[in-house]
């Protein structure tokens, strides 16, 4: 008798001690970014159909991948494609995480992640904190001459805290970061956050140069993924002929630092995993 009721309480402290999971079925679209906003428009909108064929729940796209990648982008025509974007993802029921720079009703510009439920509320945005500068010409021009920032934050998706950071912010690469490394995936994780989404636009290389600038993305997702203990999934912009490879990957690695989606490296790729988080 005492066996059994022992049995029966360790049984029923187990089960309270056991994690909530929730499943979250995430798309990432390894796409051409352009100055064109008209041009990316249709792309991401083709990704966003990719998406809900695939039954996800939240598509990720590169950074800048609707205004295109630059300071000078087109903001009106941004925000006019931005409505289009949006009403689509709606009607598909996929929440968004958009890579895209944009300016505010204050003028400001940011390199951001705008992220809307599957409803199409804006939740908020992300903007880029560790802008680059080239780190051997302090006097040239870069990123943190041209757009703003703001405080790192989390969002509410799909019943878990997320966050998202941009590029440069995951692994402060030391030729472009002119300021310390805050190890924002961390922080990120120390606020709650159980997957981290991540917009790249790392540019494209060939030879000696593309093995080493992979190898240090590569190896800096999986290590933060697995100090953070959080998921990270990530999406670079890709060579519009398909002919040279992206600096980084793309795919969904796991809190263990494992990949459990890579993309190819080259030409336009969608992909989607299905993945159980730990509230």
Not at 121 to 143: N, T, W
Not at 173 to 182: A, F, K, L
Request: neutral net charge; charged residues 25%; contains cysteine.
């Amino acid at each position: 008798m005492r066996r059994a009721i022992l049995g029966a309480f360790l049984l029923s402290v187990s089960a309270q001690a056991a994690p909530e999971k929730v499943t979250l079925r995430v798309a990432g679209a390894q796409i051409p970014v352009s100055r064109d906003v008209r041009k990316n428009l249709e792309t991401i909108l083709r990704a966003i159909d990719h998406a809900a064929r695939e039954k996800a729940d939240v598509l990720i796209t590169p950074e800048g991948s609707l205004s295109g990648y630059f300071a000078e982008f087109d903001a009106a025509a941004t925000a006019k494609a931005l409505d289009e974007v949006v009403k689509k993802a709606r009607e598909a029921k996929v929440a968004l995480v958009l890579g895209t720079c944009f300016q505010d009703a204050d003028g400001r510009r940011y390199d951001a992640q705008r992220f809307t439920d599957r409803d199409g509320a804006f939740l908020g945005f992300h903007a880029k904190i560790l802008l680059c500068r080239r780190v051997a010409d302090p006097k040239s021009k870069g990123e943190i001459d041209f757009f703003q920032t703001k405080a790192l934050g989390t969002f509410a998706l799909g019943g878990l805290t997320v966050g998202g950071l941009v590029c440069n912010d995951m692994w402060a690469n030391p030729e472009w970061t002119p300021m310390d490394d805050p190890h924002l995936a961390q922080q990120l994780s120390q606020k709650g956050a159980r997957v981290i989404f991540h917009s790249v636009n790392a540019g494209l290389a060939e030879g000696e140069e593309l093995a080493l600038n992979r190898a240090y993305h590569e190896s800096n997702l999986r290590i933060r993924a697995r100090g953070a203990r959080t998921w990270i999934v990530t999406v670079d912009a890709c060579d519009p002929e398909g002919q040279r490879a992206g600096n980084a990957p793309s795919g969904v690695i796991g809190p263990d630092g494992a990949w459990v989606v890579k993309a190819e490296p080259k030409g336009e790729q969608f992909f989607t995993a299905t993945i159980e988080v730990e509230k």
